[in-house]
């Protein structure tokens, strides 16, 4: 197999409702049936319309780019400080959900295309039924890799070939069975794109010759292929949200409170007033309310949990009880535990109330929710929790 690499210059700014296949084909009029068109998704997603306004600078442009990462994310994976790194809609394990803010206007953002195998299809189609050239189409965008440093280019959408060529059941030369081998070529070709491509020489197509002897009369399955399962997905969370589970996972851990299998468990009395905002020291109410609502169900009967937030109060705990480190700062929040019934005169008990403080921290830990154990008020049985936040990381 020889294989070439050809640059299309001259394409030029792309906007909102180009014609990509008349760019394309102006651009490249050398291009012969079997070529596989490796197209950066950006040129797609303008053309497509995939844009949203921002502000140019300052924390309100911060602000509106996290609500567009929050719409265009179908579940978080890993942060860590400022980096967010998130599974889209489309299936992609992405940091910031591929949104982009190179190469375009600053006032504008842009989001990867709604549905890059669609997109690679039509564009496919345009070009063979326009201009008369049976090529296929790579949809490629930049990605980062777990446990390598450096970026590459992947295939986002496919059309004309497959994303996979399956080797399993192949015999190699030393005469062994081959089991597990599925090479992503069109990952592999989408990075050999790249290479005359580049985010700083305006080039955003490519054409690899010499792969294909012809394209495939079908589209093909796309690149969704390649999407992995999640019961097959030994990474899917980071180090931080895998913990964060196993805590939440401890949290809930039921337990029969009143001695006997199949007891029924009473909620705990939960006494939350109104009033947390999230600003000073403290953690915001919502996360809070999450923790307590995971474990309310399995706490013992009885046991009562009061949230403290009234400023003079938090103050006077603090001043008397903390230790030099826990010493008050505004937005300092307590919950004040007790255990349920006779604790005095049944170890039982407390031994259930000790239970409960451990799954109310792990609840806590799990939504990013330090806590420190004070003691009870006034000498009472019990304990207070000091609340407050905890690192992106854990930590």
Known sequence: MRLEVLPVLGIGDVTEGDDLSALIATA???????????????????????????????????????????????????????????????????????????????????????????????????IRERHGADVAVIVSDTMGRPWRNGLTDVALGVAGMPAVRDHRGEVDPYGNKLNITQMAVVDELAGAGELVKGKCDQVPVAVVRGYLGAADPDDGPGAAVLVRDAEQDLFALGTAEARADGLRAAATLAESPAGGPG??????????????????????????????????????????????????????????????????????????????????????????????????RAALAAEGVGSAVLPAPDGGIGATLLLGTTPADGR
């Open 28 to 126: 490249a009029p050398w291009l012969r049936d079997g070529d596989v068109l490796v197209v950066t998704s950006k040129i797609v997603s303008k053309a497509e319309g995939r844009l949203v306004d921002v502000p140019v600078d300052g924390p309100e442009r911060e602000a509106v780019r996290a609500e567009v990462l929050a719409g265009e994310t179908a579940r978080p994976v890993a942060r860590r400080g400022a980096t967010r790194i998130v599974q889209t809609h489309h299936g992609f394990v992405m940091a910031s959900a591929g949104i982009d803010a190179s190469n375009v206007d600053r006032s504008r953002l842009v989001l990867l295309p709604k549905d890059p195998d669609a997109s690679a299809r039509a564009l496919r189609a345009a």
């Open 263 to 360: 007891s029924p468990v009473v909620p705990a009395v939960l006494d939350l007033p109104a009033g947390l905002d999230g600003t000073g020291a403290g953690p915001d109410r919502a996360a809070v309310d999450r923790a307590l609502g995971t474990v309310a169900g399995v706490l013992a009967p009885g046991t009562v949990c009061t949230l403290v937030t009234d400023e003079p109060r938090v103050r006077a705990r603090l001043g008397t009880t903390a230790a030099p480190e826990q010493a008050y700062a505004a937005g300092a929040v307590l919950l004040d535990c007790a255990p349920p019934g006779p604790a005095g005169t049944d170890p039982g008990v407390l031994i259930r109330f000790g239970a409960d403080l451990h799954r109310l």
